[in-house]
Structure formats: structure tokens, C-alpha cells
């Protein structure tokens, strides 16, 4: 880990002056691409007032998001009733995306014990 150390620091000041050479006309190009987003005056109320609309209609949403759970569950149930019914292209399907879950899972597993596959740092 500690022979790392030199090659991170190194990599870290190459990105640190792609930044301060490139990083204002990218902001401009961003901001000039963008504009139509941008909320005029830009002032800490206006950011507060977004932040407030941005949650609302979040909560908002939450009927339509349940109802969309609704007919998922339902659909998986009523393949879960018609299994004869289930062809090999679907369940290769399913499998894959339980297997592909899975794989998520143990991703963030590892990410949460530090990076260590094979347990927790003691």
C-alpha cells in the first residue's frame, strides 16, 4: 500500500492540472450548453425554493410509484400462478437479473467492508 502512495500522488497532481488548465472553459462551455436550466436570480432563495419544489413533488409522486409497484407485483404473482405458461427465454431472463442482484449485493458488500474481499479490516 505504500508503494502506491507515490503512483496516487502523481496520478492526483496530473488530474489536479488538467483541472486548472481546462476546468474554467469546461464550466463556461457547461454553462453556456445549459442555460435554459439555469433559475434566474440565482440567489440562496430561489436554491431553497427548487429544493423545497424538488421534494414536494417527490412526495408527490409517491401514489403513482406505489401503483406502478402494484402492477409489477401482480404481474410477477400471475407468472408465478401460470408457470407452465413460462418459457426458457423468460426465465433465462429472470435468472440473469436475480444473478446480476446478486452480484450488485456482493459488490456493496465489499465496498462497505473497505475493499476487502475477504473480511473487515481488524
Known amino acids: 500500500m505504500a508503494s ?11 488530474a489536479s492540472a488538467a483541472v486548472s488548465n481546462h476546468g474554467s472553459s469546461y464550466y463556461k462551455l457547461l454553462m453556456e450548453q445549459n442555460k435554459h436550466y439555469i433559475q434566474e436570480p440565482p440567489t ?3 436554491c431553497q425554493s427548487l429544493a423545497k419544489q424538488l421534494l414536494y413533488t417527490r412526495l408527490a409522486s409517491i401514489p403513482h410509484r406505489y401503483n406502478v ?14 408457470k407452465q405458461d413460462l418459457n426458457l ?19 456493496g458488500e465489499i465496498v462497505g467492508r473497505g475493499f476487502t474481499i475477504t473480511g473487515y479490516y481488524t
Not at 4 to 14: C, E, H, L, N
Not at 69 to 82: F, G, P, S, T
Open 4 to 14: 502506491r502512495i507515490p503512483q496516487m500522488q502523481s496520478k492526483v497532481a496530473q
Open 44 to 46: 440562496v432563495e430561489k
Open 89 to 107: 427465454e423468460s426465465a433465462s431472463y429472470a435468472a440473469l437479473f436475480g444473478l446480476e442482484c446478486f452480484a450488485w449485493f456482493c459488490g
Open 69 to 82: 409497484l402494484r402492477k409489477e407485483l401482480d404481474y410477477a404473482k400471475n407468472i408465478m400462478k401460470n
